[in-house]
């Protein structure tokens, strides 16, 4: 008796979660009657888009809409990609964004939080206890599909999200995942597009030192010797395949074996750069390594896009834009270079179309999408064109992670994410009115006053009684 | 060591026209010279290597020193700089620096750091270039920090304020590495943290033994190079290892070692060492005992790159004589003064001047403290330190004998190029103050709409309660 009591309102819960989505499955769109911005071919002032099963199945101004299709009047609205957040840590509810700013002011960064109850780890003594790396995971394995950000990112137009965790100095691969799904798996578009890379030192964590690397200058010494361990044991491994018998086995170094397995597949290395000179010097590391890269934050690559663009290499940039810190000391002499970052960092779009650098938005831990789109007003601003900020919110976000063949643009046989707003996606009066993500319809739920507001009360019942540990 | 700053703030004259000049960025316009070809004409000129020249003249061409005398031609379309009444000397060289580094001196968490280098986090556009300039100096040796037995690689640069990291490095300049002796690498000085382990060594036997133990490794990583370059191991090449290669440098003679030492007996031990081992000390730095133990320093070929007159900051430091940099030169060691100060390396030339107080070396010999030793230290006196037909035309026009309190630099020439003019620097202030006000009236602009929204309407019971003066508080 007792155990029913219990377990039938969890069924009931577990049913209900599932059934809301569920509930009103046809697969079939048509969009009519719309303004469609397709970004890889010109604008259709009145056009029709049918989505089917997940893909985009026609686009244009004479398309057969299927019978089974759910026909949505698009008159008055507009239709454009799902826009893509370049490098977040949304459904990765609890780690923290890789940083890319050493513009930010004093004071130390947060201590790294231990894990609970396991054990300390030995404070690292050299290259060889491969500090803060991590590089096997996989940001699509720890997914969390409760991340109340899923749903407040995919309510402001945003379907996909390139999620990396920024903790360490190889914190892991960076996965593309779209964001609706009810299981992980479900979001899943692509689970290793890019190996980021931070440049933080090794963080002081209970009031013990970390040990090695402690400076800027240590972490580069430990990337550089740990992509040289990894060349060299790539070749060992070949050797020893072709000829086992007689040789000592090569070491197993779970760092380095997903390194070198990264590498193998072409991964973008993304490396962290926001001035002239981290972009140089970020630049000639990636040179001498024979890295291919993607460089990200970047505020201030107003000042260094032609020579970015010489090496051809894409740029994730940050629109968290440097802002005087809120608990500044009004009366701190701030110095004019710090000045400049802040007033300039907004045209570093603008310079990059200039200059023709590939580059694609990230959030980099801006609480709400609302503030992502307010801070992209100051790019506009600044002179970026439209054309090329809505370029790089999708099929330029896409094709820097080599994802274009299937995102990014409203073409026949992708994925069919999809925004539909009442506007120019750029006006601040414009609201967005439908999205799609593979194919799935949802309503934009209505942002909470505070980021951080708790789920309700209902919802923590459900999870307590759903017997989570 | 790293300096502590205020430890002496009676210097000020140099130090405080140099340091409002806070500006930043690329190349002011001023850094370029009309023409590649500048004459400086009617000026006393201190070479630093062949005395003295009343009313001599300098032509300089391509960047280089190509005529200096009593008179020289002065070519067609030549900027004609009139240095009457005032001074000439070689662009001072600061041996021991650790500006223009970006995050972090040290990597001190291990007790041979040699894979880390300063080299990998040059930062050109930091100011401190540009007050260190405006002080007369044109090179410096860019260290790693003390807090290891072998620390981490260095970089020779050159001031050329506005240029990007690549183009401040001193091109040919022969590569170093930073060792450190004694109460640093031993952390004696520094707190531990309750629950960390205290790191190896803590005794000045123990940093001799890791310098000793990472050679040992050096030597072997060197032969099995050297195995598999001369084809005696088959297949896949040895693992590279950035701690040991720049090891196997020093080993080669190929890298400089820039020893941080304090006391005479250090500094026989690590002599000793390295004369045992088959390598060569380059400069001991701070070397304030070197008095003491001149005869051996030179014995070894080391130069000796000290302080004028700054000590007593921990105990190892305490046996301190200005005269040490007279004494170690009248030994025949190669004697520097460096600044290992943001703020020292402002007026060296006054650091150099009290060898003349202290010691009485000559005028040229004072200089030389702080131009042609330490190029000949750094191994690049070839190209820089002194007034030579050849040489890069690094040069220092002072209002002011150099080596007196009164000296204010007036012009900084590196390469033929102008990298300080004082007056232009005067003119830009103002500017430079106005485009700071400008943003952050801006800045504030775009702030204040979102302040208001937040500000309370009402006083809440918290700005009641602050508002009381302290005293009507009740307990």
Known sequence: ?469 | MTRQLGTRSKRVLIALTAALAWGTARVPAHAQAASDTVVIRDATILTASHGRIEQGSILVRDGKIAAVGPSVDTPGGATVIDGSGLFVTPGLIDCHSHMAIDGGVNEGSISVSSMAGTDDVLDPTTVEIYRAAAGGVTTANILHGSANAIGGTNAVIKLRWGKDAEGIRFEGAPPGIKFALGENPKRSNSSLQPGTERRYPATRMGVIDVVREAFTDAVEYQAKWRRYEAGDTAGVPPARDLKLEPLVEVLEGKRLVHAHSYRSDEILQLLRLAEEIGFKIATLQHVLEGYKVADEIAAHGAGASTFSDWWAYKVEAFDAIPYNAALMTERGVVVSINSDSAEEVRHLNQEAAKAMRFGGLSEEQALQLVTLNPARQLQVDERVGSIDVGKDADLVLWKNHPLSVYAVAQKVFIDGQLYFDREEDLARRAALEKEKQELLAKEKARREPDDKKKAPRVPTVETTRRARPRWEQQP
């Not at chain 1, 008055?76 to 700013?101: K, R, S, W």
């Not at chain 1, 779009?349 to 580059?359: E, I, Q, R, S, Y």
Request: hydrophobic share 40%; net charge negative; proline share 9%.
């Open chain 1, 1 to 469: 008796m007792g155990i029913v009591r219990w377990v039938l309102p969890i069924l009931c819960l577990g049913l209900l979660r599932v059934a809301v989505p569920a509930a009103a499955p046809p697969p079939y769109y048509a969009i009519r009657d719309a303004r469609i911005v397709p970004v890889t071919g010109p604008v259709i002032e009145r056009g029709t888009i049918v989505l089917s099963d997940g893909l985009i199945t026609a686009v244009g101004t004479s398309v057969t809409v299927p019978p089974e299709a759910e026909v949505i009047d698009g008159t008055g609205l507009t239709v454009y990609p799902g826009l893509i957040d370049a490098l977040t840590t949304i459904g990765l509810p609890d780690t923290e964004p890789p940083q890319a700013a050493t513009d930010a002011p004093g004071g130390p960064p947060p201590q790294a939080t231990p894990s609970p109850g396991g054990p300390r780890r030995p404070a690292s003594r050299g290259p060889e206890d491969r500090p803060g790396s991590t590089p096997w995971q996989r940001a699509a394995d720890n997914l969390d599909t409760d991340d109340r950000r899923i749903v407040r990112w995919r309510s402001a137009g945003f379907t996909t999200a390139v999620v990396a965790s920024g903790r360490g100095i190889f914190p892991g691969q960076a996965s593309v995942v779209n964001l609706a799904g009810e299981r992980p798996g479900d979001m899943v578009v692509a689970s290793s597009v890019a190996l980021p890379v931070s440049l933080q030192p090794q963080r002081r964590s209970a009031g013990r030192s970390a040990g090695f690397p402690s400076s800027l200058m240590g972490v580069l010494a430990y990337v550089h010797q740990v992509f040289l361990d990894t060349q060299h044991a790539t070749r060992v491994a070949e050797a020893y395949a072709k000829a086992p018998r007689g040789q000592k086995r090569p070491e197993y170094d779970r760092t380095v074996d997903a390194l070198a397995q990264v590498l193998a597949d072409g991964r973008l290395v993304l490396l962290p750069a926001t001035n002239r000179t981290e972009t140089l010097r970020m630049l000639d590391f990636a040179r001498e390594l024979e890295l291919r890269v993607a460089l990200y934050g970047a505020h201030g690559a107003y000042e260094v896009a032609d020579e970015i663009a010489a090496h051809k290499v894409p740029v994730l940039l940050s629109v968290k834009w440097p802002e005087r810190p809120k608990d500044a000391d009004p009366e701190a002499d701030e110095s004019l270079r710090v000045l400049r970052l802040r007033d300039r960092a907004p045209s570093t779009p603008a310079a990059l179309t200039k200059a023709n650098v590939k580059f694609a938005f990230y959030s980099d831990g801006l609480e709400t999408p609302t503030d992502v789109l307010t801070n992209l007003r100051r790019a506009l601003d600044a002179g970026l064109a439209r054309d090329a900020a809505l370029r790089a919110f999708t099929r330029d976000a896409a094709e820097i992670f080599g994802l274009d063949d299937r995102l990014g643009s409203l073409e026949t046989g992708k994925i069919a994410n999809v925004l539909v707003t009442d506007g120019d996606l750029f006006d601040e009066k414009t609201t967005v009115k439908l999205v799609f993500v593979d194919g799935q319809k949802f309503e934009p739920v209505a942002e909470p006053t505070r980021p951080d507001e708790k789920p309700t009360t209902s919802e923590v019942d459900g999870d307590a009684q759903g017997g989570r540990p």
